[in-house]
């Protein structure tokens, strides 16, 4: 169950009716104490680089079906009471073309913008990305598909959204459930309890999908409500779906938005170890609501809610000056928003602000780059011996970043095994690189990409 405040773009209906969540839904977690020592007697781990994540989720995307025009009518048919499904979705684009993700994807490049993009399987039952897709030809599909394994996956991670982020299916045949209700919408499965292995097989068939597409999967969004009310199963499930389909090292999922002064840091889920290896579940937070064009790209963009052009105020500026990671969040026709592309507007000036104000401050990473940063900042030991520091590392984490006490004049020296890495002193935060330290009065920040296993400071 939740507490808290939804999101604010969520529909949601009485207790007779149901829930209708269209998207993630916030809970209240209070977060635990950060994996560190005090600063007299041992290391620090910090934000990669000294800097504040950074990261775009984009829900609701897919190759070329216009998720909201095709989701509205299937929504008003198990919520017809509900009058935010009664708009006129006739009139909206058939399609998001691949123009439009093209423009979209290379600015982003150019920008270094990096997050989550969803790719939905079987896109509001319309047809499957991994056979025909009614509308278009299958070398529109491939097409479609070759554009986001090009110029989307090195920034991106993709995520399934679940099998059609609409109708549940009947995974032995492959359609939907007869029954049209609350109850047959992904968007609120499962009706009733279910164990880990069921939601993971279904879960699984999404990921399937996406892998017959050649479409890597790290973790998965879940649509609107799905796996609410079980919360536990849900967060183990991802863990053996992503494991079993794509033998992710550290699976993880979105679902939930921090809210105030709740922390927007990853949680770490399921966390099983033992000699040789660690199995966990990473749960990403979005940090913000989708103020770009909302779910189904009618809203009115509001920009200055992330951040107001002169970088004073926004959500993203109070997680910034919190050092929390800064994850937006929006939905895919909203940034089409109809065809005028006013939410991609608004996201472009957002990020200009942010790249005039906090460039220096800020480090643009997918999902799966902060899950594992997470994981081990979390799960990595840190003892001190005579004259060094050893750390025990479950996972290889690139950018791993310490402030460690100064115990003598010498530069740190860092070893992994016979190997030892070179740093180079720089003489500002903003300088800090993977392979350099920076010194202060008396510790030094080191920046180095940590190996699994054993690591030595000499500091």
């Known amino acids: 169950m939740w ?37 007299t007697t041992a290391p620090e781990i910090l934000n990669p ?10 829900d609701d995307s897919t190759c070329l079906v216009n998720m909201g025009r095709f989701c509205m009518p299937q929504f008003a048919a198990a919520w017809p009471e509900r009058a935010a499904y009664q708009k006129p979705w006739k009139s909206w684009p058939v399609e998001i073309p691949d123009a439009f993700v093209r423009t979209f994807g290379q600015w ?8 989550k993009y969803s790719v939905v399987p079987y896109p509001a039952c319309v047809g499957w990305l991994d056979r025909e897709l009614p509308g278009w030809s299958r ?3 491939e097409a479609s598909l070759q554009l986001v394994r090009d110029l989307l996956l090195p920034n991106w991670d993709i995520h399934p959204e679940m099998i059609t982020h609409t109708r549940v299916i009947d995974l032995q045949t492959g359609r939907p459930v007869p029954e049209i209700s609350p109850g047959t919408m992904e968007n609120w499965y499962p009706p009733a ?58 699976p993880h999922y979105f679902k939930y938005v921090a809210e105030g002064a709740e922390s927007a840091e990853p949680r770490i889920e399921h966390v099983r170890q033992d000699r040789d290896h660690t199995q966990l579940t990473v749960s990403i937070y979005a940090g913000t609501g989708d103020w770009f ?17 002169d970088g004073t105020q926004g959500r993203l500026v109070e997680l910034i000056r919190r050092g929390e990671p800064a994850i937006l969040l929006c939905h895919w026709p909203g940034m089409y928003t109809q065809g005028t592309q006013q939410g991609f507007a608004a996201f472009q000036q957002v990020v200009t602000a942010l790249e005039e104000h906090y460039r220096d401050a800020t480090l643009w990473m997918k999902l799966s780059e902060i899950a594992r940063y997470w994981a081990a900042r979390r799960l990595t030991t840190i003892s001190t011996q005579v004259g060094h520091y050893v750390l025990q590392a479950p996972f290889a984490c690139p950018l791993f970043t310490l402030r460690v006490p100064r115990l003598g004049t010498q530069p740190p020296v860092i070893r992994t095994g016979a190997r030892q890495i070179q740093l180079h002193a720089v003489t500002q935060p903003a300088q800090l690189a993977s392979g350099t330290w920076l010194p202060e009065s008396e510790h030094a920040v080191v920046c180095f990409d940590l190996t699994r296993g054993e690591t030595t400071i000499e500091a």
Do not use: M
Request: proline share 5%; with cysteine; glycine share 12%.
């Open 49 to 58: 680089r000294l800097r504040v994540p950074l990261s775009f989720i984009i």
């Open 139 to 141: 070398q529109e599909l």
């Open 3 to 39: 507490t808290g405040s939804r999101r604010s773009f969520l529909t949601t209906v009485g207790a007779a009716g149901g829930l209708a969540l269209h998207a993630a839904v916030s809970r209240r977690v209070t977060a635990g104490p950060l994996s560190h020592w005090p600063l």
């Open 193 to 250: 309890r279910q164990s880990v292995d069921e939601l993971a097989v279904y879960i699984a068939y999404a990921l399937r999908i996406l892998r017959n597409c050649e479409l890597p999967c790290e973790g998965i969004t879940t649509p609107g409500g799905f796996g609410s009310g079980v919360e536990q199963e849900l967060s183990l499930a991802v863990q053996q779906a992503v494991r079993d389909v794509f033998g992710a090292e550290i």
């Open 293 to 309: 064009g909302g779910w189904d790209g009618d809203d009115q963009p509001e920009p200055d809610r992330y951040c107001t052009r």
């Open 108 to 115: 982003c490049a150019r920008h270094g913008v990096k997050g």
